[in-house]
């Protein structure tokens, strides 16, 4: 080899191992359970039983109130996959569901951003 290729090597080595080390530091982490502490934007998950669902007067949206510690508003847009959710979750489904931390009209909720993060346990 070269020394012109053998630099070349070692740089892209040099390269490869950077990425694979800011891809380990600032990778999504798993989300944390939802608290009373969790912020707005904060990834989260919870369990619970689902003690209402109700759609949207217009937009065609799904929203779950879900008893977990407390209870928590759950909020699926209609291009979420609302309408897919609705008909797998009935009142009285346990649920595990992942989104984030938000807040509308002055009330806490979790807002989902994909129908795979609702998930019927039993």
Do not use: C
């Amino acid at each position: 080899m070269q020394r012109e290729e053998k630099t070349i090597i070692v740089l892209l080595s040099m390269a490869l191992i950077s990425l694979s080390i800011a891809y380990v530091a600032f990778a999504p982490g798993q989300p944390a359970q939802y608290s009373s502490e969790s912020k707005n934007g904060d990834k989260v998950y919870l369990e619970g039983n689902v003690i209402e669902k109700q759609a949207t007067r217009t937009g065609g949206h799904l929203i779950l109130t879900v008893q977990a510690d407390e209870k928590i508003k759950v909020f699926i847009s209609r291009e979420k996959g609302a309408e897919e959710v609705g008909r797998i979750i009935e009142e009285g489904s346990w649920v595990r569901i992942i989104g984030t931390v938000g807040e509308y009209k002055g009330v806490r909720e979790v807002i989902v951003e994909n129908k795979n993060d609702v998930e019927v346990i039993r």
